[in-house]
């Protein structure tokens, strides 16, 4: 049995996938979304939603991340040729990431479910669909919009996706420059094991960017092996860390009135040559 088949889509239902498009593409789909083209209020009308919860709005963890990743790769001297994001859900980091990685020629995404791999595919290789995209609504209700033909994002060419767990990732060992991993720490079973995963995919002197906001579950992970600090999971024979290290705001609306708001630890590390 396939690591997929084992990892049951647990973002198949229609309210995941409302809750993740929001977080990751609302911003790029829906103009009244983003945080740049949001009018200010006067002073006497009501705030909208968005207004009331500061810089965690849609899309913004992933601008901030793939920035961060981008000055981090360029401070190390390393062309950015082949990338990967493994558990990228429906690829909005990978969208920020071919922005800020202009040398990239290859730009995967990993992604065991394969409800977030189809989003993927329509929104970063262009796969026609019917344009209603699921958001988040009242409670136990899923809204439905319709994007613009306008604000559907460019296809990336370089762009591939594949719906597979870090460790059936189809490429050779020590593969990629650099390796992002935004939020799925704590997601997995055995988050030590996972890391592993992550370093056999570097190419020495290649470059980590593994994001958590620490939400430990025991669905998820046995309480025994939760952890405090990515930097527990960055084995030192392995990994070169220093300073590189930033909290980055990872905010995401459940419903139209459950807004759940972490600090993701953002850390970069670089794979040791003699590793
Ligand atoms: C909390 S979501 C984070 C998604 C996205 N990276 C973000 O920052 O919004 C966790 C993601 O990790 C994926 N995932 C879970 N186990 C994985 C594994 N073993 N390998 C790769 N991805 C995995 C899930 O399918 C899900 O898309």
């Not at 479910?113 to 970063?124: G, I, K, P, V």
């Not at 370093?199 to 046995?222: C, K, N």
Request: hydrophobic share 40%; proline share 7%; charged share 25%.
């Amino acid at each position: 049995m396939s690591a997929v088949s084992v990892n049951a889509d647990r973002y198949a239902s229609l309210e995941y996938q409302g809750i993740y498009l929001r977080n990751e593409w609302g911003d790029v789909l829906f103009p009244d979304l983003r945080p740049d083209g949001a009018e200010t209020s006067a002073e006497a009308e009501p705030l909208k939603p968005d207004e009331l919860i500061g810089d965690g709005r849609p899309g913004r963890f992933y601008q901030r991340t793939a920035a961060i990743t981008a000055t981090w790769a360029e401070g190390l001297g390393i062309t950015a040729r082949r990338v990967c994001d493994v558990g990228g859900s429906t690829g909005r980091l990978l969208h920020d990431l071919a922005r800020r990685l202009p040398d990239a020629e290859e730009l995967v995404l990993a992604e065991p479910s394969a409800a977030f791999c189809t989003w993927a595919r329509r929104l970063l290789l262009g796969e026609d669909f019917d344009r209603w995209v699921p958001m988040p609504g009242p409670t136990l209700r899923t809204d439905h919009r319709r994007v613009e033909p306008t604000c559907l994002p460019k296809p990336i060419p370089q762009a591939l996706v594949y719906q597979v767990t870090a460790s059936d990732i189809p490429r050779p060992e020590g593969y990629f420059d650099v390796v992002t991993c935004a939020n799925v720490l704590d997601r997995v079973d055995d988050p030590a094991a996972f890391a592993g995963e992550l370093t056999r995919l570097l190419r020495p002197g290649g470059l980590l960017v593994i994001a958590s906001p620490m939400h430990f579950d025991e669905h998820y992970t046995s309480r025994d092996r939760w952890i405090g600090d990515v930097h527990e999971v960055l084995d030192p024979a392995y990994w070169h860390v220093d300073d590189r290290e930033v909290d980055v705001r990872y905010e995401v609306w459940q419903t139209r009135r459950r807004i759940i708001s972490y600090l993701s630890q953002v850390v970069g590390a670089v794979r040791r040559a003699e590793s």
